[in-house]
């Protein structure tokens, strides 16, 4: 199999075909959730999934050139469409498709590399730029029509964060306490 190929052709499909209203699942995203997902491999013990998770990190949002509506579902569809020209079996691209369809919310992980890419999709969640990054996901749900600007997005996400949490103890240490952070923060902007 050639992972890189196969990375480099979703990562052409996000550059060429991203609606320009993606203002969160954009080709920034993805990338970042790659880099993300490397390290959590590297940190959690699972360098051996690895090429694995890099290709379901590339295809996880590869659904939104298609749709916006269960994207998750479109992006398995493309990584079966295109991964066999990158020498992925079925097996294989069973094994992608699981890990894309587990950071559907509310993310339902059921292994290891599948953690690692559920926590790498949200690590912005307890981040320093998590107030620019949730904004940028309230724009993109407006110019989408999902929400309007009475949506009081504020508490949803205080809902959000509330009920998330990471599944790798690597993320529940490095990110958790920036999440707790973020939340309490958010509450104190609606108090």
């Not at 699942?25 to 970042?32: C, D, E, K, S």
């Not at 959590?40 to 051996?48: D, F, K, S, V, W």
Request: proline share 3%; charged share 25%; glycine share 4%.
């Amino acid at each position: 199999m050639n992972v890189q190929q196969a990375i480099d052709y979703a990562l052409d499909q996000l550059d060429k075909k991203s609606d320009p209203r993606m203002f969160y699942h954009n080709p920034a995203h993805t990338r970042g959730v790659m880099r993300d997902a490397v390290e959590l491999a590297r940190q959690c013990g699972a360098e051996n999934y690895l090429d694995f998770i890099r290709v379901a990190a590339a295809y996880h949002d590869l659904g939104f050139i298609k749709t916006n509506v269960d994207h998750e579902r479109a992006s398995c569809d493309l990584a079966a469409e295109t991964l066999p020209r990158f020498g992925f079996d079925f097996k294989m691209i069973d094994r992608i498709q699981a890990m894309i369809m587990a950071t559907k919310l509310p993310q339902s992980p059921v292994n290891l590399e599948q953690m690692v890419v559920c926590d790498a999709d949200l690590a912005y969640l307890g981040g320093n730029q998590y107030t620019e990054i949730a904004n940028q996901l309230y724009r993109e749900q407006i110019a989408l029509g999902k929400f309007n600007e009475n949506t009081d997005w504020k508490q949803i996400q205080v809902n959000f964060l509330e009920s998330h949490h990471f599944h790798t103890e690597y993320a529940k240490k490095m990110f958790g306490p920036g999440k707790n952070r973020n939340l309490e923060a958010l509450r104190n902007t609606i108090s």
